[in-house]
């Protein structure tokens, strides 16, 4: 059964950093790989990053590629998002998302993911 579990977020002043970690967990994902999105109160889930498991190649929304930055640790099966010089706009619920099928890598429609975690609060003070 495919877990994720995110974490790491938390409130956090204008200009400041977070690392958020998704661990994951149930499945092989070689093949596959994890996808940071976000949704701000009455806001559309909204794509960020992704990265392969393989090959850690990664896909960014062009916006967020300057203050964002998505990495993995093998060993411990996680995935991070590094974000700096955050601001309010950036308050958020941030989840983790998979989809074990073909045609992932660059899909950025919330839709189309099959597996999510819980989700962590981040919210940035002006």
């Known amino acids: 059964q495919v877990q994720l579990v995110e974490s790491g977020g938390g409130l956090v002043q204008t200009g400041g950093s977070l690392r958020l970690s998704c661990a994951a967990s149930?499945?092989?994902?070689?093949?596959?790989?994890i996808t940071w999105f976000r949704q701000a109160p009455g806001k559309d889930r909204e794509f960020i990053a992704q990265?392969?498991?393989?090959?850690?190649?990664?896909y960014y929304r062009e916006v967020m590629e300057a203050r964002f930055a998505v990495s993995k640790d093998d060993a411990k099966n996680t995935v991070y998002l590094e974000m700096h010089d955050l601001k309010p706009e950036d308050t958020a619920v941030y989840y983790c998302?998979?989809?074990?099928?073909?045609?992932?890598?660059?899909?950025?429609?919330?839709?189309?993911?099959?597996?999510w975690g819980q989700g962590t609060q981040v919210t940035v003070s002006s």
């Open positions: 149930g499945h092989t994902f070689d093949n596959y790989g």
């Open positions: 998302a998979t989809r074990l099928r073909t045609g992932w890598f660059a899909e950025t429609r919330s839709t189309e993911y099959d597996y």
């Open positions: 990265i392969s498991w393989s090959g850690g190649i990664t």
